[in-house]
C-alpha cells in the first residue's frame, strides 16, 4: 500500500478527522506540522496554488482539504 504525505496543523478538526481515517483505511502517512515549520506553505502553495490544510498527496494524488467528498476520492485512489 501506498504512503501519504500530509500536511496539518495541531488541534485542527479537519487534520485529525484525516489522521484517523487514514488510519482506519491502515495508510502509512509522514506527517508534517506546518506550524513548526512555516517553509512548508510554501511547498502547499507550489503543489496546489492555495495554502489550505490539511494537504494529503497520495501516489500522483494531491487532496486539500478533508470532506466526505475527499474521503470517497481517497477511498478511489486506493482502491476501496
Known sequence: MAT???YTAPKCPHSEKLRQFLDE???KYEEKCVLTN???FDDIFEKTQQK???LTILGGDVFVGFDR???R?????LGA
Open 4 to 6: 501519504a504525505t500530509i
Open 38 to 40: 512555516m517553509e512548508l
Open 25 to 27: 483505511q491502515g495508510v
Open 69 to 71: 467528498r475527499t474521503e
Open 52 to 54: 489550505g490544510i490539511p
Open 73 to 77: 476520492r481517497i477511498k478511489r485512489t
